[in-house]
């Protein structure tokens, strides 16, 4: 009781001084317009709906940062010109963070019994202070809005709100493509009635992406952009993270990145498909899906991994031995740290540009191991 009385408001005063901070360089960069994937969103919804072809240059679009979101994402980005573009940017702001502290609290609801006041702080904390999530803030990405689609779609199944959890997911995956893969987790579970909801969520969302915007665009996106996600040669970039990059910075051909690529995402899949733990199992895919099988994974996709973390760290909080615990701290410490000079670690061999990757690679080879 002592201890309670004492650990709580020491992390609330925490959580109030890394969410203050974080908003205080936010705030530096809203003023100075500098959310560059924002800009991205605004330009691209502006030119759609002025009947402009945002996936090819055509005078309407001239961001110099490609639209890369299939069509469908247009439908949620609607919301945004009816705001002034600082406005819509805050508003985008707020909700990121709010999803980042919803999904932290329902994944501390599903995998604690107890103290779930101490451990959201906790987490909240080490979350708001990761590098992607600072990343992503900073560019103004929709990330954490689809991770907590992600988890909310989840506890939903947890719930047994099987049409609902179907709807949730279904959104995520119009917003971008890669969480339509979990559904594999769904039809492994014979939730058919999720597996239903979440194709007709997906079919409205089509209809309605024809019917407000031009239908070319949805083949002019699997024409030139959809492919280019799997296909893709990828670059040699700190910024990307993936398994593709990884290999590309070991010198594997084209063939032999996108071979290991689909071996490793299946041999994932399979592992995760049959865990006895449903929670590791539907995070584990997410995890497997999105760092692995694309062409690339910004620094910024790796928010990702929160669930993972949050979920092995429950497995293994009471128990007495040390080196799990190093373990997943080390796993943190190479996904959080970044060089603020990127050409730093670009010069420093493969291993120190690949930290991120090799973290989120430890986590996942943990992961395996823990049901």
């Not at 309670?4 to 901070?21: E, H």
């Not at 917003?175 to 997906?202: A, D, H, N």
């Not at 700190?238 to 990884?246: C, E, G, T």
């Not at 959080?336 to 080879?365: D, K, M, N, Q, V």
Request: glycine residues 6%; positive net charge.
């Amino acid at each position: 009781m002592k201890f309670r009385k004492f650990i709580i408001p020491f992390l609330f005063f925490v959580f109030f001084l890394a969410l203050g901070q974080q908003l205080y360089k936010l705030f530096l960069l809203w003023q100075q317009s500098l959310f560059f994937d924002f800009k991205v969103y605004w330009d691209g919804i502006k030119a759609a709906l002025a009947g402009g072809n945002i996936y090819y240059p055509d005078g309407v679009y001239q961001n110099p940062t490609p639209f890369n979101y299939p069509p469908t994402t247009l439908l949620f980005l609607l919301i945004l010109p009816i705001f002034s573009k600082s406005v819509a940017a805050l508003l985008l702001l707020f909700f990121s963070l709010g999803s980042l502290l919803a999904t932290i609290f329902l994944l501390v609801k599903m995998n604690f019994k107890k103290d779930n006041l101490i451990f959201f702080l906790f987490f909240s904390i080490l979350f708001i202070q990761y590098f992607p999530t600072k990343f992503t803030l900073t560019l103004g990405q929709i990330n954490l809005l689809i991770l907590f689609l992600i988890t909310l779609s989840f506890y939903l199944f947890k719930m047994k709100k099987n049409h609902l959890s179907g709807i949730f997911l279904g959104i995520a995956a119009l917003i971008k493509i890669f969480p339509g893969f979990l559904i594999f987790f769904f039809i492994k579970e014979k939730r058919y009635k999720t597996l239903l909801s979440f194709i007709i969520t997906g079919l409205l969302g089509v209809l309605a992406t024809f019917l407000i915007f031009k239908p070319v665009l949805l083949f002019n996106y699997f024409g030139r952009v959809g492919t280019g996600l799997f296909f893709n040669a990828g670059e040699v970039s700190y910024f990307d993270q993936s398994l593709n990059s990884f290999l590309l910075r070991l010198d594997f051909t084209s063939f032999w990145r996108l071979f290991l690529r689909l071996v490793v995402t299946l041999i994932s899949l399979a592992i995760f498909l049959r865990k006895k733990d449903k929670t590791l199992g539907f995070f584990g895919l997410m995890f497997s899906i999105m760092i692995f099988l694309p062409s690339f994974a910004w620094f910024h996709h790796y928010v990702i991994l929160i669930p993972v973390f949050i979920i092995l760290f429950a497995k293994i909080f009471q128990k007495k031995e040390l080196w799990p615990k190093i373990i997943l701290f080390l796993a943190y410490f190479l996904v959080s740290f970044h060089f603020r000079y990127p050409e730093i670690s670009e010069s420093s061999g493969f291993l120190i540009a690949s930290h991120p990757f090799i973290g989120a690679l430890t986590l996942w080879f943990y992961s395996l191991r823990k049901d």
